[in-house]
């Protein structure tokens, strides 16, 4: 199947019925006045997070929902029958924003929450509404009223309190299946990862989190190249950013450099996500001699003029992983008591993500836009550039 993280849909809410015009006729009554009833409201439509999703393949191929229409008023007083209300299963971490205003109109963040997208129609009122004292026969009724009609976006963003940062084969895929149960692929070459895969971290009994593994960054992403540029909003709900280097590159290039080229294109993309509470963790030190290890280590450090957590870590062998995992839950459950503890803090951290995610949104669209160009300026045909503007990945998934 298809991993999509995005999806544009049209949704229209139901008209709501119109009232009816109707007098009373019973043989042996006289003057039996009006008697029309008021018409249905529209039904409305409502997203519904479901966490048995994980993408939203399904509104790519449909669309287009309408939920249904109030049906009109009847005679003898009967109100006409609501429209039932419609409502579309989505994945839970799904953004709903409004194409027309660019307003987000809410995040769905947990199993069964329902968020109302499009308001049905009101009923309009029958006859029997405008009688008086001095209107005994009114002859006026009134129409329903459309219901609302959104072009709407929707965006998954997984939700993770870890996310992993770093270049293809740094070991991110590793070191998630050594603190947790999941089992993403792994090989000795770049972009083993084509989608984001999450893994929950059991410390101990009733304390575990979650972490995002995503496709590894590669010079010139923040331009449209590799994969990893389009996953990186997936990291915008996360509290701690894990930068893993790799202390011995297959290619020898520099581990110093490949960690200035990843800030470089976490810069361009959000500056905001960019200066996220970060962590750097050294990976495969079973790979450096022992001797080496210390002056290697503090080398890397000291160029890079970290003042942050270090960790040292062989991922493979799980070397380094619980102890770095302590430290991450202990962190993690320390912001959550200081946001409960400080609502003003909880609505700096919302106002932050909202923020990254809209920095994510503006860039992605920009190079979506600067790939059009450059494929309506060449009119090549069968354009193999990494970018993808429909943003499907083919993956499977084994239980």
Aim: glycine fraction near 12%; charged fraction near 30%.
């Amino acid at each position: 199947m298809k991993f999509v993280d995005e999806a544009p849909i049209h949704v229209q809410a139901g008209k709501g019925g119109n009232g009816c015009l109707s007098f009373r006729r019973e043989k042996f009554v006289e003057k039996g006045g009006p008697d029309g009833g008021d018409g249905g409201d529209g039904g409305s439509v409502y997203l519904v997070a479901d966490d048995a999703l994980n993408t939203l393949v399904d509104y790519r191929y449909q669309p287009r929902y309408s939920a249904a229409s109030g049906e009109p008023g009847r005679g003898r007083n009967c109100t006409g029958a609501k429209g039932e209300d419609l409502e579309l299963k989505v994945p839970v971490g799904t953004t709903v924003i409004d194409v027309d205003t660019g307003e987000t109109i809410g995040d769905i963040t947990g199993h069964g929450q329902r968020l109302l997208v499009a308001q049905g129609g009101f009923h309009g009122l029958g006859n029997t509404r405008f009688k008086s004292s001095t209107n005994r026969a009114p002859r006026q009724t009134s129409n329903g009223t459309p219901g609302e009609e959104r072009q709407l976006k929707l965006e998954l963003k997984v939700l993770a309190d870890v996310g992993l940062l770093g270049l293809p084969n740094a070991g991110k895929s590793t070191f998630i299946r050594a603190v947790s149960a999941a089992k993403p692929k792994v090989a000795n070459y770049p972009f083993t990862t084509l989608v984001p895969n999450l893994g929950v971290v059991q410390v101990e009994r009733y304390r575990s989190f979650v972490i995002a593994d995503i496709p590894g960054l590669i010079e010139g992403a923040a331009e449209g190249a590799g994969l990893g540029i389009r996953f990186l909003k997936h990291l915008t709900r996360c509290r701690v950013l894990l930068h893993l280097v790799d202390l011995a590159p297959f290619d020898g290039s520099d581990p110093v450099e490949n960690a200035r080229g990843i800030e470089r294109e976490l810069e361009s993309f959000s500056p905001t996500l960019a200066g996220r509470e970060r962590w750097l963790v050294l990976n495969k030190t079973d790979l450096v001699p022992a001797a080496e290890l210390d002056a290697r280590c503090n080398a890397i450090v000291e160029s890079l003029d970290w003042h942050g957590p270090v960790f040292r870590v062989a991922a493979i062998r799980k070397e380094g992983t619980d102890a770095l995992a302590g430290a991450l839950m202990d962190y993690l459950e320390g912001r959550r008591d200081a946001e409960e503890a400080d609502p003003d803090l909880a609505a700096a951290e919302l106002e932050s993500q909202r923020l990254m995610q809209r920095e994510a949104r503006e860039r992605i669209e920009q190079l979506r836009r600067e790939q059009r160009a450059r494929r309506k300026a060449t009119r090549a045909e069968g354009d193999d550039e990494d970018w993808s503007d429909d943003g499907d990945v083919d993956v499977e998934y084994r239980q």
